[in-house]
Nanobody
C-alpha cells in the first residue's frame, strides 16, 4: 500500500485546511486509516482514525469538535478537515494505514505510512 498525503500549508489561527491521503496498491487489505502529527522535538501522536469499511471514527481529545476525518472509498482517499486551527496544531501530518485491528492511537498499529505534509499555523 502506498500513501500520498497532501494539503498542508500556512494558515492563520482560526483558519481551516483540508488534508488528503490517497491510497494505492493493495487497499483491499486496509482495515483502518489514520492521521498522526509530529511537531519538532515531540513524539508522533495520533490525531484521528477511521475504519475503512464501517466508517467508525476516533479522535484525540484536543481536536474533537474541530477536526473531521472522512473517507471516499471510491477514490481510496481519506481526508482530514481541520477547522479553528490553533498554533499548537502546527506539525507535520502523516497518514497511515493499518492492516489489522489494534489500538487506533498507537504508532505500531500501522504498517504503511505516507510522507508528511507540513501544517503551519500563525498566531
Amino acid at each position: 500500500v502506498q500513501l500520498q498525503a497532501s494539503g498542508g500549508g500556512l494558515v492563520q489561527a482560526g483558519g481551516s485546511l483540508r488534508l488528503s491521503c490517497a491510497a494505492s496498491g493493495r487497499t483491499l487489505s486496509v482495515r483502518r486509516m489514520a492521521w498522526f502529527r509530529q511537531a519538532p522535538g515531540k513524539e508522533r501522536e495520533a490525531v484521528a482514525a477511521i475504519t475503512w469499511n464501517g466508517g467508525v471514527t476516533y479522535y484525540v481529545d484536543s481536536v474533537k469538535g474541530r477536526f473531521t476525518i472522512s473517507r471516499d472509498n471510491a477514490r481510496n482517499t481519506v481526508y482530514l478537515q481541520m477547522n479553528s486551527l490553533k498554533p499548537e496544531d502546527a506539525a507535520s501530518y502523516y497518514c497511515a494505514a493499518a492492516l489489522s485491528s489494534g489500538y487506533w492511537y498507537k504508532v505500531e498499529a500501522y504498517t504503511y505510512w505516507g510522507q508528511g505534509t507540513l501544517v503551519t499555523v500563525s498566531s
